[in-house]
Structure formats: structure tokens, C-alpha cells
């Protein structure tokens, strides 16, 4: 167990070597639960209710023999579908890279 910002208890359950510095996740400090982070930052329990928020990138495991295009057509609209009215005019669009 170690404390989070010596308020919130939680259980180490692995370790990592240093990421690559040519990788996305260089300097990242730990990897944690969604929930963990929504329940401990107000901004941050503001922005998952919202789909204008920018702020974090997703990472997904597809299935084994997944295709990512027909995964990606399933998921290309899901976001515009749920923009304010008016931000519609701007064209959102979720993509997967490999």
C-alpha cells in the first residue's frame, strides 16, 4: 500500500520499467483506475461527464483478429452524436490508430 498525495490509500499491484523516451506514455507516473481518478480531482469528475473535453487520451485493446476499420466506423460518430447543438457545426470524429 502506498498513500496518493498522503490523502488516499492504494494498493501497488505492479511495476513497470521506464517507458521508451519515444513513446506517448514517456514520464508517466503510475496507471490507475478510471473511478480512481474521477473520484480524487473535482476537474476531473467535471470532465468525465462531458464530451467536449479534450483533455485525456484513450487507449483500447481490440479483440484478437479485431478489424480496426470496422471498429473504427462503429465508433467514428459516437462522439458528434452527443455535442451541445450548438458545436455541431464543428465535425467530430473518434479515429483509432494503431
Not at 41 to 65: C, E, G, M, P
Request: hydrophobic fraction near 35%; aromatic fraction near 10%; proline fraction near 5%.
Amino acid at each position: 500500500m502506498i498513500s496518493l498525495g498522503n490523502q488516499l490509500p492504494v494498493k501497488v499491484t505492479g511495476v513497470y520499467e521506464d517507458l521508451p523516451n519515444n513513446s506517448t506514455l514517456h514520464g508517466l507516473g503510475y496507471i490507475a483506475p478510471w473511478d480512481l481518478y474521477v473520484t480524487t480531482a473535482d476537474w476531473i469528475t467535471d470532465a468525465n461527464k462531458r464530451w467536449d473535453n479534450n483533455s485525456f487520451l484513450t487507449y483500447v485493446q481490440l479483440a484478437d483478429h479485431a478489424d480496426l476499420k470496422t471498429v473504427e466506423k462503429k465508433i467514428v460518430n459516437c462522439k458528434q452524436a452527443h455535442v451541445d447543438p450548438e458545436d455541431k457545426k464543428y465535425l467530430t470524429k473518434l479515429v483509432l490508430n494503431p
